[in-house]
């Protein structure tokens, strides 16, 4: 079975730091787009950033400057380390993984872990 797990969310002061893991598993093949969104209390689920098995990356403009996203291919492992957290930052971080063509709706999703930025 196909799974995704996120890891390393918590709580940090406004211009803190938290790095995100996620590791996917239960399949050999190498995920063509690796991803990040996150859902603020009350909101909906937003793009954050991804990177496509070939190192490509892509980044919400909320991303941009202040996180950077990183992949493992060998083991099916993403990163997001956050830097300069914002309050508005708060919210469950989710990592995916889909196959090229396939829309993020279509992908494999984890559970999600908390991010909480306190002012």
């Known amino acids: 079975q196909v799974q995704v797990k996120e890891s390393g969310g918590g709580e940090v002061q406004a211009g803190g730091s938290l790095r995100l893991s996620c590791a996917a598993s239960?399949?050999?093949?190498?995920?063509?787009?690796m991803g990040w969104h996150r859902q603020a209390p009350g909101g909906q689920r937003e793009f954050v950033a991804s990177m496509t098995s070939g190192g490509t990356p892509n980044y919400a403009r909320i991303a941009e400057d202040r996180f950077t996203i990183s992949r493992d291919n060998r083991d099916n492992t993403m990163t997001l380390q956050m830097t300069a957290l914002r309050p508005e930052d708060t919210g469950v971080y989710y990592c995916?993984?889909?196959?090229?063509?396939?829309?993020?709706?279509?992908?494999?999703w984890g559970q999600g872990t908390q991010v909480t930025v306190s002012s």
């Open positions: 995916a993984a889909r196959q090229w063509g396939s829309p993020w709706s279509g992908a494999v």
């Open positions: 239960g399949s050999t093949a190498v995920w063509h787009t």
